[in-house]
């Protein structure tokens, strides 16, 4: 049916694009109401998850690919392009997190 955990029809996956809907993220800004967003999945064999995290303290990218169990970290205010990788300065514990 293209929709995944009531997915909305204007969140339906399409072809090569996994997509489920959100009611509420768990992180600041929170929403007021019943807000529900469209979350989609570019690779559907799922190799890889990246999750960005913007507050007024930090602006990081933290990826971890599955089929070789490696991991990127990036501090977008001060690596603008994400070139240097800061993963391997995580502690295990961190990359669990």
């Known amino acids: 049916d293209g929709e995944h955990n ?3 029809p204007r969140c339906a996956s399409r072809a090569g694009v996994a997509c489920w809907t959100e009611s509420q993220y768990r992180v600041p800004p929170l929403f007021d109401g019943d807000a529900s967003f469209c979350n989609c999945q570019d690779a ?3 190799t890889y ?3 960005r995290t913007r507050t007024a303290a930090a602006d ?3 990826c971890h690919y599955t089929l070789t169990d490696t991991y990127e970290y990036y501090d977008v205010r001060a690596d603008r392009w994400q070139l240097h990788n800061r993963a391997h300065r995580m502690s295990p514990a ?3 997190a």
């Open 60 to 62: 990081t990218v933290f």
């Open 49 to 51: 998850a990246c999750v």
């Open 44 to 46: 559907t064999n799922n």
């Open 6 to 8: 009531g997915a909305s």
């Open 94 to 96: 961190e990359r669990a």
